[in-house]
């Protein structure tokens, strides 16, 4: 394990990354147009996606071996598994916390129409021009989802490269799977963080324990979230499977506002970080679950190797 290069890896990504998301979640709420301040919000963290990969390449990480070839052959379950797997975890999550706080479920999208409107646009007319239904409209975009985590991978390759392809494999030589897990969990948290404490980025900035819970709960589902990318890399050995499984978890992770209650917006913020999103405390067990199952068989399978 080389811990200079890995220190020079992890610094350069935090100050290129930190710097960009603090300007942009700066800007973006300065802007009188909420519209133009959410496209410039995204365009902004799409960029920051691709500074790992920077750093890696600065580090004089070489980006052969990581398995730039798709290798079909043998892993057409793992293309099923890191496309459609982070919608079974979100779809679970949410059915769990909306168990529990059934009063934050609304079928009839006043979520969406309420953050529609704050932008300033009739969601309800856009809904009509296009010809559809609230219930349509769903559908339609749960059918969207089939193609949307191929397309996404492609920005998410811009952080595989620098966790997937460098920093685990790097912290791996030097510690076991397990620490290299929490390790590299922790890093890929930390990385988010300005974003979050700012722009109140994945929990929002009313939450309860706001705004050191968030980072603590989100440390946690980052781990659990890696181990998953990390052994899905290593049966694979291609560097597309995790980009995919990332791309996937980006399209999917926002779908609980279909069904999220605007009349119970306090409390809605209040608790959000135990989901409805599967990064909250409540909405991540399902994925937990799976990534425990992973990592014990994983585990399982390097001792057996070993001995």
Sequence with gaps: MDKKKIIKFVVMTFAVAWIIQSVVSIISAKLTNPMVGQTVFTLGMSVVMFVPLMAALIVNHSLKGMG?????????RWIFFAAFIPLFFVILGAALFFAIFPDLFDATGSYLFKTYADMGLDFADTLEKAGLDYTTYMLVSLVAFIYAPFLNMFVALGEEVGWRGFLYPELSKGHSKTKTWIIGGIIWA??????MLIAGYEYGKDYMGAMWLGLIVFSVNCIFMGMIHEILYEKTKSIWFPALLHGSINAAAKMPQFVMNANQMDKLNRYMIFGPYFNGIIGMIPMVIIAIIMGVCALKTEKNIKY
């Design 68 to 76: 730039w070839k798709p290798k079909l052959k043998g892993n057409i």
């Design 190 to 195: 930390a990385f988010h963080f300005p974003v």
